[in-house]
């Protein structure tokens, strides 16, 4: 997953929105608060990342599958311990 997607790019700038209000208002220096703006990035991978997760359907177990035919069970109108019904 591209770190420059749009849903990434949105919540990175919300996460963002703090860091440049402390900005503006002067709590922060420029140089502060454009070396916390990554991070906010970072955090919105992170999020859009666990929010993709676990919102993925998932996939059902299979069974597993015989490797070949010598596996194959033989057919269940023979059975070998009843004995034949006399044809008189």
Same mark, same amino acid.
């Given at each position: %997953?591209?770190?420059?997607?749009?849903?990434?790019? #949105? $919540?990175? #700038? $919300?996460?963002? +929105?703090? +860091? #440049?209000? #402390?900005?503006?208002?002067?709590?922060?220096?420029? *140089?502060? %608060? +454009?070396? /916390? !703006? =990554?991070?906010?990035?970072? &955090?919105?991978?992170? +999020?859009?990342?666990?929010? /993709?997760?676990?919102?993925?359907?998932? @996939? =059902? *177990?299979?069974?597993?599958?015989?490797?070949?035919?010598?596996? !194959? &069970? =033989? =057919?269940?109108? $023979?059975?070998?311990? *009843? *004995?034949?019904?006399? @044809?008189?």
């Amino acid at each position: %997953m591209s770190p420059f997607r749009w849903d990434v790019l #949105l $919540v990175g #700038l $919300v996460l963002a +929105v703090p +860091v #440049l209000a #402390l900005g503006v208002r002067g709590d922060l220096s420029t *140089e502060e %608060m +454009v070396t /916390r !703006l =990554p991070w906010c990035l970072a &955090a919105g991978w992170a +999020v859009v990342a666990l929010l /993709r997760f676990a919102s993925a359907p998932r @996939t =059902p *177990e299979r069974a597993p599958r015989p490797a070949g035919r010598a596996h !194959l &069970a =033989p =057919p269940a109108s $023979v059975d070998a311990d *009843e *004995e034949p019904a006399p @044809t008189d």
